[in-house]
């Protein structure tokens, strides 16, 4: 075994994760390129949003504020498959959530 993999539930939907030196245990030569699941941060705080953002190994941009805001959008889209390191913009307004 190569090391522990992370099970990430989302939407019903369950995604394995290999630790990134799994990943990269590719044929000699092979680009491998690590990747992480879009979480689904909608309707959340922005400063939680942005947390979650980063645990997934990805690069939160907020376009609003981020004190008492929440998040009204995301691209990409929540679910979506992208390499790790990827720019996540969420989109807050002030107010109660919805």
Same mark, same amino acid.
């Given at each position: 075994?190569?090391?522990?993999?992370?099970?990430?539930?989302?939407?019903?939907?369950?995604?394995?994760?290999?630790?990134?030196?799994?990943?990269?245990?590719?044929?000699?030569?092979?680009?491998? #390129?690590?990747?992480?699941?879009?979480?689904?941060?909608?309707?959340?705080?922005?400063?939680?949003?942005?947390?979650?953002?980063?645990?997934?190994?990805?690069?939160?941009?907020?376009?609003?504020? #981020?004190?008492?805001?929440?998040?009204?959008?995301?691209?990409?889209?929540?679910?979506?498959?992208?390499?790790?390191? #990827?720019?996540?913009?969420?989109?807050?307004?002030?107010?109660?959530?919805?």
């Amino acid at each position: 075994m190569l090391g522990a993999a992370a099970a990430i539930v989302m939407g019903g939907v369950v995604t394995l994760a290999a630790p990134v030196s799994a990943q990269a245990a590719g044929p000699a030569g092979a680009a491998v #390129t690590a990747t992480t699941v879009v979480p689904y941060v909608l309707n959340d705080p922005a400063v939680l949003a942005a947390r979650e953002i980063r645990d997934a190994g990805l690069q939160p941009v907020v376009n609003g504020r #981020t004190t008492g805001a929440y998040v009204i959008s995301q691209s990409p889209v929540p679910g979506r498959v992208v390499p790790v390191g #990827t720019t996540v913009t969420i989109r807050t307004v002030v107010g109660p959530t919805p």
